[in-house]
């Protein structure tokens, strides 16, 4: 008996483990950019930043929403700033991406307005590898900052929208208190990753 009761304690510890090994978690990656061809030094290449999620449509329940027909909107934030006691923030940059799914027609759309970019796809792995893929942001280079310490914040909100929030949006009706209480009774539909945050020191010239 109790030869069986360890065996058993050993297969659920190696099922649970696989679970976890299979599982990818949802995550917010930046980097900097570092552009070729420019002489001035390790910190004077880079040019921006590097993001992506990663994961978002391997998870089962973002993957449902997508499947169920909702639009997944992903609301990109990012901001440079120099570090100093005041001032220092440069223009936030954002934009948005969306994708949704087509059961009738068998197709996965990404649609990024700000960029005019709409593309087509007939598989749900096509449309996982471009929205996981690194996107590069073009940004001053260091070598055109002033000396002093920097950084970069990042931040993405990701949410399940239904159609009709999709409609309002596009017609500049935004947030109203009604979608937000629906919104907070139905967790699961809006995921706000933790910012990342990306230092540098641009060197006294």
Known sequence: MRRTLYFLAIMLVGAVSTASAQAR????????????GNSDGPDARASGLIVRVSGLLDDSDWQDYLLKG???????TVQLWKSQFLGGAQPKTEWDVEVQAVPELKE??????????????????????????????????ISQLSSGDWYY?????????????VDRRANGGGVDLGEWVRGFLSPGKRLTLVPQQINFTVPNK
């Open 108 to 141: 996965y759309v990404y649609n990024e307005p700000n960029a005019n970019d709409h593309r087509v796809f007939k598989t749900l792995d096509s449309l996982k590898t471009l929205l996981g893929a690194e996107r590069p942001l073009r940004g001053p280079f």
């Open 25 to 36: 978690p949802i995550a917010l990656e930046a980097r900097l950019n570092r552009a070729a």
């Open 70 to 76: 909702y639009t997944i909107q992903l609301h990109w």
């Open 153 to 165: 914040r990042i931040g993405v909100e990701i949410t399940a929208l239904t159609q009709e929030q």
